[in-house]
């Protein structure tokens, strides 16, 4: 018979992403609407060994659903590394009465909630907090969307500019592991090329592409970069490279950076933290552990903790064909 959960925790850790706040107002309502206490654990792990702690009701996250960010902060933390600072944050947890937790972020995050429920039993449910989208079982990640319309916005301004001058741009996006929100942002911004991690489409196929487009009648072309993308050292010398073969093009750089994680959260991820929220905490209360709330097929589900870190969320091999034929 399960544990009877009287409190619930819930955290943000790892970077953090547009829709963290709207999962915080939904663990927090739903754990009122059960009549069971929530508290929430500033900085992440940092905070959960610290006890910094602060007791949420369904009225103290009014008005969060619509912010970017996250309330509860995010914060590395070398101390949760060791074995003697997980013991400090059990014994915090106990000291404080928190029954379970409920952990928003991405897969770092998870490993530890992993390493930490093999030592000292203790229940956490993940929910999927990430703008690379790159965890394993769920289709969506919190942020993803967000950031997906963030880059698109940014890159319609910029080839503006671009057509006024003819000039080549490379746009660097974040994806150092995965080309999620380049591959379709560079599909949803006319993109002439896009180059990803997944793919090594090589300097020598990237020439030859913008030598089409110049021969096509393209004045000027739009390069969507995932910063992990290896075809270059970095996105200033690719460009350099470009220029020094292809004379015909004057090229510039775009590096978006944070501005990506940023924003007010879109209707689809407040809804799904929504969602994913509410389902965090009945699996709790239903006494399951190590587990992730997911999305597949527009129906909420879940996957195993482990499965989450240790699985690979492979890149969609349809987009890259649309992209290679919408590029002409």
């Not at 997980?86 to 029954?99: E, F, P, S």
């Not at 015909?248 to 959260?265: C, D, K």
């Amino acid at each position: 018979m399960p544990k009877k959960i009287k409190k619930i925790g819930v955290m943000t850790s790892g970077g953090d992403s547009p829709g963290m706040n709207a999962a915080i107002r939904s663990v927090v309502r739903s754990c009122t609407h059960y009549r069971i206490e929530c508290v929430g654990i500033y900085r992440g792990y940092q905070g959960m060994i610290e006890g910094d702690f602060i007791k949420l009701d369904a009225r103290g996250v009014s008005g969060i659903i619509n912010k970017g960010g996250t309330i509860l902060k995010t914060a590395r933390s070398k101390a949760f590394r060791t074995k003697a600072g997980r013991k400090k944050a059990y014994d915090q947890l106990i000291k404080a009465g928190i029954d379970a937790v409920v952990l928003i972020g991405g897969d770092g995050t998870f490993t530890g909630g992993m390493v930490f429920n093999k030592e000292f039993d203790f229940p956490f449910i993940g929910i999927p907090g990430t703008i690379d989208n790159d965890i394993f079982g769920t289709t969506f990640t919190l942020g993803y969307d967000t950031a997906l319309n963030t880059v698109v916005e940014a890159v319609d301004k910029i080839r503006d500019t671009a057509s006024s001058h003819s000039r080549l741009f490379f746009i660097e996006v974040m994806g150092r592991d995965a080309g999620f929100i380049a591959l379709n942002t560079g599909i949803g911004a006319g993109a002439e090329e896009i180059l990803i991690p997944e793919e090594d489409l090589g300097l020598k196929r990237m020439l030859r592409s913008l030598q089409r487009s110049k021969r096509s009648g393209k004045s000027s072309s739009i390069v969507i970069v995932a910063e992990g993308d290896t075809i270059g050292k970095n996105v200033f010398e690719l460009a350099e490279y470009v220029e020094k073969n292809l004379p015909q093009y004057e090229a510039r750089v775009s590096v978006l950076g944070h501005m990506q994680r940023g924003g007010a959260p879109s209707c689809f991820d407040r809804v799904l933290a929504s969602r994913m929220g509410l389902k965090a905490v009945e699996l709790i209360l239903d006494g399951e552990k190590n587990l992730m709330v997911n999305i597949n097929n527009n129906k909420i589900g879940v996957t195993n903790l482990e499965k989450a870190v240790k699985g690979k969320h492979k890149i969609n091999q349809e987009l890259i064909r649309v992209s290679d034929i919408m590029s002409i």
